[in-house]
Each structure stands twice: as C-alpha cells, then as structure tokens.
C-alpha cells in the first residue's frame, strides 16, 4: 500500500486515508499481527504521502485506543465508520457547492443568458479519489443533476495527466458536458470569458485558509484572479489542519524526473526529453488564502478563513 | 511543404518563411514551372499558416517580380539573401538582449548574490526554428558565451512539447544548464522567487504591441505580471505586422483534438483521454502589449509600442 501511494496508484486525499485504514484493519484482522507490527505499519503508512493530512487523521483515529488494548473489529468498525463518514462528507459538499453556484452565478444572470455553467477544474476529486460523488467534481455531478446545464473545462494536470486520464473518464460515464484542455491554455479560456468559476480539491487546508493541492492550482489561482473569475476550493473538514498555521508548514514533495520527461501510465510508456536533462518536478503547490473566493466544505461555504476556523474549532 | 508547415515539422515563425522561399527557389529553377505555376504555388504556400507574418512577408518578396518577367535566378537570389537576412538578424537580436539583461538585471544585483541569471522561456526558438543563433534561445546562448552564469527554465510547452523535445535537447547539446518543467509548474517557480525573466518568441507583433505566440506565452506573461517578473519578446522586424492594428486582428487555429488526447511523434505514440472526449485545442495566444516589459528586435530594444514603430515605420 505504501508504495501504491507513493507511486499515486492510489491518489485523492480522500482516498489515500480511506486506502490506508483499510488496509490496516485487514492487517489487525490477522491474528499473527502483534500491536508492535500494526503500530509500526500504521506510523510507516502514515508518512507515505506528507501533503495529506487525511492520511494522518484517519491513522491517527485508528491508533486511539490505549495501548495494550488493540482490538481488531474496533479497528474495523472504525475504519468502516470512516469510509461512510467520507461518503456522507462528499454529498454535503456537492450540496453546499451546488447551493452556492446556483445562487452566486446561475440565479445573478439576466434571463435570456441561456448559456451552460462553465466551471474549469484540475486534477481528479470524484469517485476515483473518494468514496463518495468527490469533493470539486461531487459539486458539478450535482449541479449537472439539478440543472442539466453545465460545461466542465478539464485541465489534463501534468505530468501524470489526471485530468486527462480520469476525469475527462469520468465526466464521459457521468454524461456531463466537457471539454479537456492542455493547462497552459486555461488563461486564454479565461480571457475569453469563457470559465463562470475555477472549482479544485485539496490535499491541506491551513487554519489561515491556504491551501496545498496537485501542482498548477497556484496558477490557476493567479489566473482567476487577474480575470476576476470567482475561485474555489473544496474538500471535507478532514483536510483542514488547524495546527498547521500557513502554507509555510505545509513540506511540498518533488516526484522523479522521468515523470517530466516523458508520459507513463496503463495506455504506455514515452519519453521525449533527453534523459540528461535535469528537472523540476513538484508534486503539489500551495495557494494563498488572499486568492480563494471560498472554502466549500461538508458544514458549508466560508467566504474568510476565519468564519471557517470559527466553525471547525467549535467542532474538534 | 504545406503539409510539413501544417503538420508542425518545418516550425517557428522564422524558419517556416525561410523553408518556404527555399521550396519556391527550387521550384522556380524547374524548367517546366511557369509563371502561373509559380504564383499559385506560393499563394497556397502562404496561407500554410495564418498566424506566421514571415512567411507572408517572404513570400511576398518573392513574388515581387513584374508579371511575365519571372527570373529564376533572381527568386534563388532572393532567397539566399532573406535566409542570410535571417542569420544576421538574430545575431542583431541576441546582441541587444544580451546587453539588456546584463545591464537591467546582472549589473542591478547585490555584488555578493551570487546566483545565475535565471530566464525561463516557452516553446522552442533556436537553431531548429532560425536559420541562426534564433531568437530568444539566442539571446540566452549570447549570455551564456558573455558570462557562463546563466540558468534557463524550460517549459515544456503541451501539446507538442517543443520545450520538452527541442529546447531541452539544444540547451544540452549548447551545455546550457536548465531545468525542463511542466507548463502548470511556472507560478511555483516564480512566487520562489527562481525567475529572474521570461524571454519567449513570437510569431506576430502587432502594431500597438500585443503579440501572437505559442498557446501558454499569454499565461506566463500573467503570471509574471503578478510576481513582478519582467516578460519580454524577442523577433526579427518581420514579424512585426505594421498593418496589424491589435491582437484582435490576428487569427487563431484551431488545431486537432488528437494532439490534445495523447502525444506522438518521433518518440512513439500514446493516448491517454477517451477518444469521444471533446478537446480545445488553439495553436497559439495573445499577449496584450501591457503585459510586454520591453520588445527585443533587431534594431534595439524597445520599452514602448510607440518607440518600436517609430523606428520600424522609418525602415518600412
């Protein structure tokens, strides 16, 4: 399982915590699994991926008992709880976001603008990172089903192409109106007035309101910003770690080269650059505060930091 | 030819104009062409490629003969002279970006930063698209002679990957040092303060100063705006269009949706989208001229629409 995550074979925060609590409750079900094996297990898994802080959550939650006292259908229960729990948090989201979109866009339009919701997302956030509707695209899933009128912009999200691999897949089963594109054509979109909101998921949500997520979500921050389109995020309370105060706290992983040189996946293998040539490859980026429109999350839309936080600290 | 300049395989904006006098020279020197081949020949050839100014201007050249008076060896001649025009206007080019990035940036700095001049640039403009040192490649090879103390940020430049394939390998085979990067990795890059400029090419000035140029330059010169990046444009005056008033007036293709799904060329040939799914796919963008820190030509550098039409007006 570490290195499904660290391969992104298994990729979605959701997902990722809900892989490993998973994987962990089998473990404990085994009864050659001493608590000394599990806990050890449990604390390698959980520093598998340093960006999500699901990951760490649902770990941390599933080695809550006392110690001496592992008990392994308490550790399944739990994990079944969490799994549940993430299905339950992603319909909410999709609710509020709906809400939101509808209020703040469709309903703010003159009568005879007949043309569909344009919302831009990056990356994956639906059933193939949760197991629920997903976080950003759990939000057009639902506004497709109450409006029938909407267009979904994809990002292809190099290197490894989860816009193009994924949701452009899942937005064809789910028969919503879409469009995939290069990332560096998501400005020109833009210019054209042709994107009504951005809509991305998260990897970690600071107390301050930045945010960590797949690589390219800062630029396209900066690029909403410059045209005036409103710019969201998404995500379950799960992703917000109230101890981490800024992006500054939040570590920024670097993947192999061979990732920017080339294209690799279940549709083969190609290399196009030299394979001496260096590079840069951050996994995710970081996106300050000051640029985010709102925080859609499970108890509902915080248009500052502070009302979030105010919410979520009544709730740990 | 046509199909080579649609295809992309004879590329950059210098390099299509330079092939296609080459193509017509030859043709002209065929006993069997006549006059009416010949003309009609270049007139296909020069709508290959909308957006190229070069290729109009060359062409243009070569048909400026008298009718009933084609000379083959004056075509031939013609075309030696516009492809030696060409070697020498990059040097020109490379000499006044040079001296502007020494003077405004290496001179400017702390005598104890110590860090290389840092430039990204987008797309390829070398030795494989110019008949010379090229365009803004060649102004960093002119740096990198002067001073030894440069660093070039390359783009990998989606969906043909000329920064990937082309600008990668000639920065290596010129023993440049860089870093090949993903397109959506840029805003990273420069909120970390590692980009000291962007330097890119250009396939069409326009006379108020917006430029057309690969589809991503328009979204770097965004992202450089927001983190006070200077952003410059380098090319030879033929591709200043003085009868073009604005960006408005300049076309953009539209190219196929199978460049967009996967990638292909020598390298091999993958797909990774669903091949239902629709694509945008535009070849180049717009870059407004207020986002244009300073126009490198061959005739200086200059810091205002207003002065580079002064001096070209005067040459026209």
Same mark, same amino acid.
């Given at each position: 399982?570490?290195?499904?995550?660290?391969?992104?074979?298994?990729?979605?925060?959701?997902?990722?915590?809900?892989?490993?609590?998973?994987?962990?409750?089998? =473990?404990?079900?085994?009864?050659?699994?001493?608590?000394?094996?599990?806990?050890?297990?449990?604390?390698?898994?959980?520093?598998?991926?340093?960006?999500?802080?699901?990951?760490?959550?649902?770990?941390?939650?599933?080695?809550?008992?006392?110690?001496?006292?592992?008990?392994?259908?308490?550790?399944?229960?739990?994990?079944?709880?969490?799994?549940?729990?993430?299905?339950?948090?992603?319909?909410?989201?999709?609710?509020?976001?709906?809400?939101?979109?509808?209020?703040?866009?469709?309903?703010?339009?003159?009568?005879?603008?007949?043309?569909?919701?344009?919302?831009?997302?990056?990356?994956?956030?639906?059933?193939?990172?949760?197991?629920?509707?997903?976080?950003?695209?759990?939000?057009?899933?639902?506004?497709?089903?109450?409006?029938?009128?909407?267009?979904?912009?994809?990002?292809?999200?190099?290197?490894? =192409?989860?816009?193009?691999?994924?949701?452009?897949?899942?937005?064809?089963?789910?028969?919503?109106?879409?469009?995939?594109?290069?990332?560096?054509?998501?400005?020109?979109?833009?210019?054209?007035?042709?994107?009504?909101?951005?809509?991305?998921?998260?990897?970690?949500?600071?107390?301050?309101?930045?945010?960590?997520?797949?690589?390219?979500?800062?630029?396209?921050?900066? =690029?909403?910003?410059?045209?005036?389109?409103?710019?969201?995020?998404?995500?379950?309370?799960?992703?917000?770690?109230?101890?981490?105060?800024?992006?500054?706290?939040?570590?920024?992983?670097?993947?192999?080269?061979?990732?920017?040189?080339?294209?690799?996946?279940?549709?083969?293998?190609?290399?196009?650059?030299?394979?001496?040539?260096?590079?840069?490859?951050?996994?995710?980026?970081?996106?300050?505060?000051? =640029?985010?429109?709102?925080?859609?999350?499970?108890?509902?839309?915080f248009k500052t930091p502070e009302d979030?936080?105010?919410?979520?600290?009544?709730?740990?």
């Open positions: 399982m570490i290195a499904m995550i660290k391969s992104l074979q298994v990729r979605g925060a959701p997902m990722i915590g809900l892989a490993a609590v998973m994987v962990l409750a089998h =473990l404990a079900q085994q009864p050659s699994t001493t608590e000394a094996v599990f806990r050890e297990a449990a604390l390698k898994l959980r520093q598998s991926r340093p960006t999500a802080v699901n990951l760490m959550n649902n770990i941390d939650r599933i080695l809550s008992f006392e110690p001496g006292k592992m008990n392994p259908d308490w550790i399944l229960n739990q994990a079944i709880l969490i799994f549940r729990e993430d299905q339950e948090l992603c319909q909410q989201i999709a609710d509020h976001g709906a809400d939101l979109f509808i209020a703040d866009i469709l309903n703010e339009r003159d009568d005879n603008d007949l043309r569909p919701l344009s919302i831009l997302t990056h990356c994956n956030t639906g059933g193939l990172a949760t197991a629920g509707v997903g976080t950003a695209i759990g939000i057009i899933r639902e506004l497709h089903q109450r409006t029938s009128h909407v267009h979904v912009y994809v990002d292809e999200t190099r290197p490894l =192409l989860q816009g193009g691999r994924l949701t452009a897949w899942e937005m064809g089963e789910l028969k919503i109106p879409h469009t995939l594109l290069c990332d560096n054509m998501a400005a020109l979109l833009m210019r054209d007035k042709k994107v009504d909101a951005v809509v991305v998921g998260c990897d970690r949500i600071a107390r301050n309101g930045d945010f960590a997520n797949k690589v390219g979500t800062y630029g396209l921050a900066v =690029l909403a910003r410059h045209h005036s389109v409103p710019f969201y995020v998404a995500g379950p309370y799960t992703t917000v770690d109230l101890k981490c105060a800024s992006a500054a706290e939040i570590p920024i992983e670097e993947r192999a080269a061979t990732e920017v040189r080339g294209a690799s996946g279940s549709f083969g293998k190609v290399q196009w650059a030299p394979s001496e040539s260096p590079v840069y490859n951050p996994s995710f980026d970081v996106t300050p505060a000051d =640029l985010v429109t709102g925080w859609i999350l499970d108890s509902g839309v979030m936080v105010k919410v979520l600290g009544q709730n740990v």
